[in-house]
Every structure is written in C-alpha cells, then in structure tokens.
C-alpha cells in the first residue's frame, strides 16, 4: 500500500502546481482597447426621428398606401395560364386520405386515420367555378350569357376584380397566388369546375357567345 501512496501524492501535487501555473497573472502586453458597440435601438431611433423630419416617412406611407391599393384593384396574375383555344375536359376526384385520427369536441374518434374521404358526400358544390381572365371581354361576356342568372362564382385569374364588380354589379373574386387553379389543374380559361355525382368535372373551353333564350 506504501508503494502506490507516494505515486498518487506526487499527481494530486502535479495537478496542483498545474493548476496555479494555469492561473498565474501574466501582466499586460500591449496596448488594450475598450469595447465600443454602438446601441442598436438607438440608431434606429434616430434614423426614424432623421426620415420623419425629414418628410420621408410620409412618402414611405403614402407609397406603402398606394402599392397596397394597387395590388387589390389588380392582384398579381396567375402565371402559366393561357386563352382556351380547344375543350379539354377531364374528371377530378377530391377524395382524400387522412393521415391522423380525427376526433370530436369531447376527444372521440370520428374518423380513423387511414379512412379515405370524399368532401362531396357532406359539402356538395352547389354552384360551378368558372375561371376567367378579367382583361377579355369575350371571356366575361361569355360568363355572363352562361351564368349570369345562377349562383356560378367567378373567378379571376388576370385583371380588376373591384372594377369588374362595379361595371357588372356581380361578385368577382381572384385566385390568389393561383392555388385554385393549380389544385384543378387549370392552365387554359375559360375553365369550368362542375359537380357530377362524387366527382368534379373540369372543363376548359374557347368563350363562344350563347345567344340569349326568348322569353
């Protein structure tokens, strides 16, 4: 046991002596600069103070007020969607997969994951989707003989809706960001998105004028 003593006392005494040379204060060497950062609030502060004497925060408003007005009187168009120049018609079923259960307000399982659902068998389409381009005439002539009586949504994919609303006295909306018109996958209008049974039928097809019925 006496052997392994001196061994171990002389590492504890190593580990020491390491440790206060570690530690040891070496002094100074060269020069030292203070730590300058300027306060980041505070510049931005005083860039803001700067733009509103300066008027610029005024025309910042007013060009943020007239870029936004802009974008709703004409959103960005639908890119990659052309003039229908033959009927293309196909079917497109909404059914869908659930990937988690689904459960009730009191944590009951209405739906188990797995199930495949069709939206149409609780939420029928009651009216049809027709996808036009506001700056064509032809096109929104067409709808209007076609439609103008039933309860048909029109939807934008190019042009005014705000004005068309105020010319026509109809409802018009925009397909934002196109995310109708990809999910349908419509790249020709007019197009016509029409329930039949548990499917929906899509149709593009050229705007020809139907003459109006005699009453």
Known sequence: MKSLAFPLCATALALVVAGQAQARDYGQHGTVWPVIEPDLLAQIQARLLHLEKTGETAKLNEELKRRTI????R???????ALASMVRRWSFDPTITVDADIKDDKGRTIITRGTRVNPLDTVP????LVFLDGDDKAQIDWA???????????????GAPLELMKAKQRRFYFDQGGKL??????HAVPAVVEQQGRQLLVTE???????????
């Open 144 to 158: 209007l003989a076609r439609y103008g009586r039933s309860a048909a949504k029109f939807i934008l994919v190019d």
């Open 75 to 81: 959103p960005t168009p639908v890119a990659g969607i």
């Open 205 to 215: 097809q050229p705007p020809k004028i139907i003459p109006a019925r005699s009453s």
């Open 125 to 128: 389409l009651r009216a049809p």
């Open 181 to 186: 018109s990809e999910h349908f996958a419509i």
């Open 70 to 73: 802009a974008r709703v009187n």
